[in-house]
């Protein structure tokens, strides 16, 4: 194993902030390292934390971190908990810290927005705003494996062999086969739903719209297909022209189909929204959309994190 870098030993003298990362080990738990470390944000100890591989290591500020296991760990050293990863282990972990260590803040992905949900978004206030309002809006959104952690990604590679080598598959993350497959989100026992739950943060962010989600055989990245119905006609040459001076939205409207913006070819590290074949008919306008949940959600989380350190005081992580 790798040794530990030495500022994880002893506090930083420029931060006395020390944040434990639960997670840090999967796809969200290794971009939210990369933000903070991007961004400069001051943390003092850094305390990377695994519940699948005790060997493991990640990287931050340009170091290989060994992660160390999060059962059995003394989450007294840390002054912050951020939990980046969505596994029931992870989340029971997460519950019983809160029994333990009271006064710990503690930070799940329930305290963010979830990257779905942040994306219709984003283009259904372009919509509202141009429409009149939205009368309906529907989404379908097929989900990347990354976002079930890295024991996720790992399945997809597996079966995906598997299936090239005549083997039979063995789900274990996913209720059903996810190499070249399609599987209902609500399949896995989400209680709440995953669905409901972007419905609910869509009506808080923008307007009210119904979410039917898969997971997909991709790695990084996801897709959406968005039909909504505004309250009055759109004009799609206007509606392109404030998509495209929108914040947080791309624009590619390119005639070659190469110039359609994919989960694979564009989506993946950043945070803009991909937007592109733009059907507008009347009040009915139906548009692709491609977006990284990872690095989205992490972004919000980096945030979460900077916030707490210049406002400790009036900053609560939940």
Same mark, same amino acid.
């Given at each position: *194993? ?5 500022s ?15 997670? &840090? /080990?999967? @796809?969200?738990?290794? &971009? ?15 305390? !990377?934390?695994?519940?699948?591989? %005790? ?6 500020r340009?170091?290989?971190? !060994? ?16 939990? #980046?990863?969505?596994?029931? $282990? ?11 260590? %009271? ?6 992905? /329930?305290?963010?927005?979830?990257? @779905? ?10 919509? =509202?705003?141009l429409?009149?309002?939205? &009368? ?9 494996? $990354?976002?079930?952690g ?6 997809l ?26 599987? !209902?989100?609500?399949a896995?026992g /989400?209680? @709440? ?13 923008? =307007? ?8 997909? @055989? ?5 897709? &959406?297909?968005?039909?909504?119905? #505004? ?15 929108? /914040?947080g ?34 009040v009915l306008?139906r ?8 690095? *989205? ?11 707490w350190?210049d406002?400790? $005081?009036?900053? *609560?992580?939940?």
């Open positions: *194993m790798a040794s530990r870098p030495v994880s030993q002893q506090s930083s003298t420029a931060s006395q902030f020390d944040l434990a990362v639960l997670g &840090a /080990d999967d @796809p969200l738990g290794g &971009a939210v390292l990369q933000i903070l470390g991007e961004r400069e944000i001051a943390v003092g100890r850094l305390f !990377p934390l695994t519940m699948r591989d %005790p060997e493991a290591s990640v990287v931050y340009g170091q290989d971190w !060994p992660c160390e296991p999060a059962e059995g760990f003394d989450f007294s050293q840390a002054q912050a908990l951020l939990v #980046t990863s969505r596994s029931a $282990a992870a989340l029971r972990l997460s519950r019983d810290i809160r029994v333990r260590h %009271p006064t710990l803040p503690v930070m799940t992905l /329930d305290g963010i927005h979830p990257a @779905p949900a942040v994306a219709v978004s984003r283009v259904l206030k372009t919509l =509202a705003a429409g009149g309002g939205i &009368a309906t809006a529907d989404a379908f959104v097929a989900l990347p494996t $990354a976002v079930a890295q024991d996720g990604v790992e399945e590679a597996t079966q995906s062999r598997g299936l090239f080598n005549m083997e039979s598959p063995e789900p274990e993350v996913f209720p059903l086969q996810i190499a070249f497959n399609l599987v !209902p989100h609500g896995t /989400d209680v @709440p739903s995953y669905e409901g739950h972007l419905a609910e943060t869509s009506a808080k962010l923008a =307007a009210d719209a119904a979410f039917s989600v898969v997971w997909a @055989p991709l790695f990084f990245g996801a897709a &959406a297909a968005l039909h909504a119905r #505004t309250q009055r006609p759109l004009d799609v040459q206007s509606l392109r022209d404030a998509l495209r001076h929108r /914040d939205i791309t624009l590619m409207e390119a005639e070659l189909p190469a110039g359609t913006p994919t989960p694979a070819t564009d989506a993946q590290g950043s945070e803009a929204v991909f937007v592109s074949r733009i059907r507008v008919d009347g306008a548009i692709w959309l491609v977006f990284d949940p990872i690095q *989205m959600e992490a972004a919000q989380l980096a945030t979460a994190v900077e916030n350190i406002k400790p $005081a009036s900053s *609560m992580l939940t």
